[in-house]
């Protein structure tokens, strides 16, 4: 699983490396994750809901993540 520290590494490597093969090596991912995450542009923490968010805490966790 994908740690948020490593997608930061991820963004701060796209820009320096010219092959996202490697920017996603030196961060310790596949190519293919670095790819979802880079189109993407969302931390995985935002990408997953807990079941344990309450209702009430749902709009706090969209403001948070979105």
């Known amino acids: 699983m994908v740690k948020d520290n ?3 590494i ?3 490597l796209i820009n320096k490396e010219s092959l ?3 920017a ?3 961060a310790g991912m ?3 994750t670095a790819r979802k995450y880079r189109k993407s542009g ?3 923490s935002c990408k997953r809901r807990s079941k344990s968010v ?3 805490g ?3 966790y969209r403001l948070i993540c979105i």
């Open 24 to 26: 996603a090596a030196k």
């Open 10 to 12: 991820l963004m701060k």
């Open 42 to 44: 969302k931390l995985p």
């Open 54 to 56: 309450p209702p009430g």
């Open 58 to 60: 749902a709009k706090m």
């Open 20 to 22: 996202l093969k490697t």
């Open 30 to 32: 596949s190519e293919k």
């Open 6 to 8: 490593q997608v930061r």
